[in-house]
Each structure stands twice: as structure tokens, then as C-alpha cells.
């Protein structure tokens, strides 16, 4: 029985804060609603969210009410992807970009039988692929969801699983799964559904406070790649 690997990308595969998405965020908000051009997306706290939610929030720091759900937001992201794929056209991979271990871990968990891998992020789905091509890892990622298609970020993980389901052609229940995350939001999207999640201090938040949310079990970062794979065959949900 395979599990199921769902790894969030900014601040656990890849460091978080880059400029170019954040730029993208605000190419595309700015383009489709040009009243909002004095709000950027460094005003709103948008560690753990989904990028639809993000942009409601830049839009309401200029007056603007919007849901989540406004098909509206569908021409932001599709012109946050392309500003974000023209920046990087032509430029050198930016592995430095890759935090410890995953150069090694990704490749490795993608070959082996006791797996399935996938994404599971707030980033949009123009912006990820992007970052996942220049940085070699996309062929270990063949699913995944994206914070430009569901309004918040559990609603990432039933979409996940149906598309895992779909490609590697079997149902894996929420004890087949392990998401694996930086943020305080990672661990809720997690347990909402019963699902393990594997705490990493690669982001904003120490082990410390990853423990202290909950996380099923936490690490520094992703460097002990044997002692990583073998935690996500054991890590279970322990709240449940």
C-alpha cells in the first residue's frame, strides 16, 4: 500500500518570499482591477493562504469586496503566470532557490515504490509550474492542486485526491496520506481531513511553534533523507 506525499513548495520545497511571485501577484491584480493599484500583496499576511484568498485581501485593502470564488479572479491568475513565466525566460535554474535536502529527497521518494507524490500548495498554478520546471522537479510532481482554483486552502486536499486517484489509479484514504508543510496552515488543512502532516521549520515558523499547532511530527528541514523517508511511512494523525 503506497502513501500519498503532498508537499506544500513555498518555504518547504523552496525558499518562501520570492519577489517574482509576489510581482506576479500584483501584475495580475493591478491589470484586471487597475483601481486597486495602490494595494500590493506586502500589505496582507499571506503566509499558509491560497492565492485566490490573497488576492481578495489586496483587493480589500483598496475598497474593493470580492469573493473568493468571483470567476473575475481566473484572468489575475492567468496574467500573474505569464508576467511570472516572462521573468524568469532565459534565466539560469536558481537551484540556490532549493532548501536542504530536497535535491536529493524529491528525486529519490518519486522513484520508490513505497510512494506517490503530488503538490499541495497555495501558489497558483501558472506561478508553481514555473518554479518546479527551472528547479528539475516537476517530472517527481505529476498531481497536484493550486491556490488559484479553490477559495481556501483545505478545499486544496479533496482535489489533490481525486487527481492522485485519477493518475495513479487507486483511492488513498486519509491514513495513505501525509502532507508535509511549513505553516500553521499546513497542519490545519491536514487534520481537517484526518490526514498526518509532516512539520518542517524551513519557513517562518521554528520547530517550536510547529509543535506547539499541532504538527504530527516536525524537522529542521528536509536534509536526513533516510531518516525522512522512513518517517513518512510511520507518521500517523494523533489527534484523531
Known amino acids: 500500500m503506497r502513501r500519498l506525499i503532498l508537499f506544500d513548495v513555498d518555504g518547504t520545497l523552496i525558499k518562501r518570499g520570492d519577489p517574482d511571485h509576489l ?76 532548501l536542504p535536502g530536497v535535491a536529493e529527497l524529491v528525486p529519490k521518494l518519486a522513484m520508490d515504490d513505497a510512494f506517490a507524490l503530488g503538490v499541495l500548495t497555495g501558489g497558483s498554478r501558472g506561478i508553481v509550474a514555473v518554479k518546479l520546471e527551472r528547479l528539475g522537479l516537476v517530472e517527481s510532481f505529476p498531481v497536484g492542486s493550486f491556490g488559484n482554483e479553490v477559495p481556501n486552502r483545505p478545499a486544496l486536499v479533496p482535489l489533490a485526491l481525486e487527481r492522485a486517484a485519477a493518475y495513479f489509479g487507486e483511492v488513498f484514504e486519509p491514513e495513505q496520506v501525509v502532507i508535509v508543510g511549513d505553516t500553521p496552515a499546513d497542519v490545519n488543512c491536514a487534520h481537517v481531513h484526518g490526514i498526518p502532516c509532516l512539520g518542517v521549520a524551513t519557513g517562518k515558523y521554528s520547530v517550536e511553534a510547529m509543535r506547539a499547532v499541532g504538527a504530527d511530527e516536525v524537522l529542521p528541514d528536509l536534509s536526513a533523507v533516510s531518516a525522512v523517508r522512513e518517517l513518512l511511512l510511520t507518521i500517523e494523525y494523533q489527534n484523531g
Open 23 to 98: 510581482g506576479a501577484m500584483d501584475h495580475g491584480v493591478h491589470s484586471v482591477f487597475p483601481e486597486a493599484k495602490d494595494a500590493t500583496v506586502t500589505s496582507v499576511d499571506y503566509d499558509g493562504k491560497v492565492d485566490r484568498l490573497i488576492a481578495t485581501e489586496i483587493l480589500a485593502q483598496a475598497g474593493i469586496s470580492l469573493s473568493a470564488e468571483d470567476p473575475a479572479l481566473d484572468r489575475v491568475f492567468d496574467l500573474a503566470g505569464e508576467y511570472y513565466r516572462d521573468r524568469w525566460a532565459g534565466k539560469p535554474g536558481g537551484l540556490e532557490d532549493l
